[in-house]
């Protein structure tokens, strides 16, 4: 399940798609809304999976189900 779960992290120059356990980025943006579109875009090239967004400070903020993922909240997720 990693590989098709991607993190939205604060990088130096801007905001950075990320493979959890990675030491480089996938792609760097100069805004977190583009970062989260690029995140989304990769993991439905994947055939689905989740995108976990972090706040400046590093802190969970959010998390999204691409389809055709499993998202284990399905009636509850009502944010996308």
């Known amino acids: 399940m990693s590989s098709t779960r991607r993190h939205v992290v604060p990088h130096q120059n801007g905001w950075a798609v990320q493979m959890p ?36 400070n590093g802190q969970f903020r959010d998390s999204d189900t691409v389809a055709p993922g499993n998202d284990p909240c399905p009636t509850r997720d009502r944010k996308h």
């Open 21 to 56: 356990g990675a030491e480089r980025a996938s792609s760097i943006h100069r805004t977190q809304a583009e970062a989260e579109r690029r995140a989304k875009e990769i993991v439905g090239n994947l055939g689905g999976g989740e995108v976990t967004i972090h706040r400046t």
